[in-house]
Each structure stands twice: as C-alpha cells, then as structure tokens.
C-alpha cells in the first residue's frame, strides 16, 4: 500500500512539472509555431480565473462560392477518407472533405497514388508540368519526393496563394520555415491539413517489464530522468547494459533473443542524430541555409550512436539476420513480442498490431538528446511527412488558396483532435504519463533542412549519417569532404531556381 500511495505521489508530481514545463515552451513560442488541439477546454493558473483558450477563426469569405468547381487532388495517401473505413481518422478526414465542399461549394476529384504509387508522383508532377498541362489543383507527396520539385521550380510560391495564410496555428510554419531555402518564399505546405505531421513524430517506446527487470526502474523514474533533462544516448546505454538473453540456450546472439534495442538498416541511426538536438544548418545573413554539419559536436554524437547501434553486444543489427534481413517491421516484431527493451521508432507505429496485441505494457518518451547539455528534447517529424503544393501550371489560385486554408481549418477542428486525442493518447498508450510525454514531445517538434533535403547525397534518410552507419561509424570526415561541395551547389540550385 505504501508503495501504491509513494507511485501515485510521484506521478502527481511529475504531471505537475510536466504541466508547468508544458506551459513555458507554449508561452515562449513564436508566431505560427504549430501545436496540436489538445483537449483541455479551460487553462487555469494558481490564483487566477479558469480562462478559456483563445480560439483563431478562419478568415475567408462569409459568401465566399466557387461555383461548384472540381478541385483536382493528387492524392498519395487516401485524403479521400471514407465512412466505410472503421477507423475513426478516416471518417474525420471523409466529413472533413465534405464540410470543405459543402462550406466552399466545390467537389473533391482524387487522382490517387496509392500504396507503393506514392513514389511514382513525382514522375507525374514532373510529365504535367513539362508539358504545361493544367491536370492538377493540388499536390500531395511524402516530403523527401517532393522537395526536390522545388528545386526544378514546378511548385507555386505560397506567396501567390492569396487565402493562405502561414501565421495561423493550423499551418506548422516553424517546420515550413526549416525546410525551405528561403523562409519569406514557401513552396510546400503541411500542418493540421494532415495527421500526417503528428504520426510521423520520432518517439522512443520501452519495455515497462524490461525497464523494470533489467533496469532496475520503473516507468516513473524513467519520466523523471526525461523530465530533468538526463535523458540521453549514454542514459539509455546505461540502463540497458545487461539486457542481453540468450533465450533459445544455443549459444548464438540471434534473433530468438533479447536485447537492449533492435534496429532495422539505417533509419533509427539517422532519426536519431536529427532528432538528438543538435542542428546540421545555419542561416546566413540573408537567411539562406548554410552547413553546419562538420564540428566537434557531429563528431562526437556520431561516436555516441556507433557505440550504441553498432558496437553495443546489448543491440540487434536485424537486417544481418537470416529471419529479418528484408523484413522493415523487424524491430516492431522483437519489441511486441517483448525481446527488445526499447524501440526508435514514431507514434504511429503504436496503432500496428505488434504494439496493440503486446503482452507487456509499454511507455512513451522522447528519442534521448545527443548530451545532457542540450538544452531540450527535439524530435523530428519524419522525412516521408505529407506536403500539400499546388503546381505551377494551376490556373485558378485564388479558389484553390481557399480550399487549402478551409481544408488546414476544419483538419484542426476535426481530424487532429480525433488523431492526437483519441487514437494516439488514448487508444495506443498504456499510462497516463505517456499521453503527457507525447504533449512534450509535440511541443518540442522541429526538423532540419538537412534531413528533408538531399543536397546531392549530403541530406536525407539516405544521406551522411546513413553512409556513416553504413561504413560502421567510420570515416565521417573524409565522407563529407567529399560530399560537401555537391551540397552546397545543390543549395545553390534551389536558390536558383526560387529566383528564376
């Protein structure tokens, strides 16, 4: 009993430091910093009169009517939606295109890029544009295809998008701004238009029974060790040492056994470095992206992350496996069946059957920083985010401009709610800390130029930290000098093509 009324105390405490660091990273955003609706209806202050929250309204039109005009989607992840799909996001995303229509008086067209099609939308883009059709009003690709159509100047400028307007909270314009070349000239689009941008969110899942087995804590110890900023590579290391079994008695570290993580190719290796903390791209004085990639603090985070997923006994590799070399669910097959301890993965990996049909309870936290120096936790948003753009060949950009902003308006009234809520903090965690610990970790979203831009090689999921991965942690500097000039002119073409 003791123990009980000791845990409850604690997790009473912690939701109280939570909250209050919750309320400091909200009071010190800037302008058009993105946050999901959350569902607190009221915010109440010690001594002050329950508030309720500032509610921005869309700003188009009263008697604004497009005449019944198609609005042409390139759809490459079902924003179709459908009453007939059995998932609560889906029927949002369906009633969410109605409204638009109804509100705007247009119909949806979806051209849809399906499953494994989703690659080929670049190709179409590219045949559309080339040839000066007007075959599309809106785009919608996974960010790392569809930023280098920026570059090849096929997207039209926000700027030319009359009813968008970037300082609304539906839009995440941080993120818009960190992946542009050029902040005052936005190409793409993304916020709460998609859900697409919160389930992407890079998050650390463990092992409650492992924690507690291997590691000696509890899932409490573990929020308090996140929440005083100790929660790093090195931390994770520690607690983790001794998780090795061999649980199958043959004397051979495989994949029948338990680890401190599992980790599939290069993704969690990459993910991991961005979302560490540290940044990999300045801006000079005229606000273009520069390199920032080739310091001592790269250096040493690439050390730390080699000895964590390549040197470290306590770690599975699981595409040198005879059972999991071309198996990209791998580390969620290992960690639902209890054998790893943590997993790197993002949230909505917590909505696949390995981790709702799992035996063990699981938590939520933050991918570890790169030093406990640094100043706070920075997770990115995956590079396959969804990005709304509207061609160059588009003739009507006033009424698509309103569909984008309606459609950006109702996704935060209807589908982010029902996603963020519902599904991922209710449906998919197990504790009420882990619902609080995706709040820090959505308020401390960001991303890096470098991840969502190739830059010929340097950038991307396939960029310097997954070749440094690839050549087992060596050889980082010789690496990017020989990679660092074809960036720099790749960041040179985009200027080019922007001012074009």
Known sequence: MKNEIHMEESMRKLSFFLAALLASAAASASCGSYAPVVSNDSVTTQGEVTTAPEVEELSLPDDL????????????????????????????????????????????????????DYQKVPAAVRQSVNAGSDDYDIITCAGRLSLPLV???????????????????????????AISVNASDIRVLTGDITHCFLERLSCAFVNQRLLEEVGGLTNTDLYEIVLNGGWTFDKMSEIGKNA???????????????????????????????????????????GYPVLAVNNER????????????????????????????????????LFGAGQTMFMLERFYVAGWDELR?????????????????????????????????????????????????????????????????????????????SSQMIDL???????????????????????????????????????????????????????????S
């Not at 198609?70 to 459908?82: C, E, K, M, P």
């Not at 799909?85 to 229509?101: H, P, T």
């Not at 991918?367 to 009507?396: C, G, I």
């Open 244 to 286: 090795y079994r061999d649980l199958n008695g043959d004397s051979q570290a495989d994949e029948a056994d338990q680890y401190m993580l599992g980790h599939y190719l290069t993704y969690a290796f990459t993910r991991s470095a961005y979302s560490s903390g540290l940044s990999f791209t300045d801006r000079d004085s005229v």
């Open 357 to 433: 049909n799992m035996k063990d309870d699981f938590c939520i936290v933050p991918y570890p920083k790169a030093a406990a120096d640094v100043d706070t936790y920075r997770t990115v948003s995956d590079s396959n985010t969804l990005l709304f753009s509207v061609p160059v060949t588009a003739q009507k950009l006033t009424e698509i401009s309103a569909v984008l902003e309606s459609m950006a308006y109702y996704g935060k009234q209807m589908i982010s709610p029902v996603y963020y809520e519902t599904a991922l903090k209710i449906k998919y965690t197990r504790d009420d800390m």
């Open 65 to 116: 009517d497009l005449g019944g005009m198609t609005i042409r989607v390139l759809n490459s992840q079902d924003y179709a939606g459908g009453e007939a799909e059995g998932d609560l996001v889906y029927e949002e995303i369906y009633k969410r295109n109605m409204k638009v229509e109804e509100e705007l008086n247009v119909t949806f067209e979806f051209i849809d890029y399906l499953g494994a």
């Open 298 to 333: 790269t250096v040493s985070l690439i050390e730390t992350l080699t000895d964590l997923f390549i040197k470290n006994e306590n770690v599975i590799q699981l595409q040198t496996t005879s059972t999991y070399s071309s198996n990209n669910r791998a580390d969620k097959i």
């Open 151 to 177: 570059s090849e100047g096929l997207y039209t400028s926000v700027n030319d998008l009359p009813y968008v307007e970037l300082e609304k909270p539906w839009w995440a314009t941080d993120m818009l701004e």
């Open 441 to 499: 970790i959505t308020e401390n979203a960001r991303t890096d130029f470098l991840y969502f831009n190739n830059l010929n090689g340097m950038g991307g999921e396939d960029g310097i930290f997954a070749q440094v991965y690839n050549n087992a942690g060596e050889g980082f500097s010789s690496l990017y000098a020989s990679l660092e000039e074809a960036a720099k002119t790749g960041i040179s073409d985009i200027i080019k093509a922007l001012n």
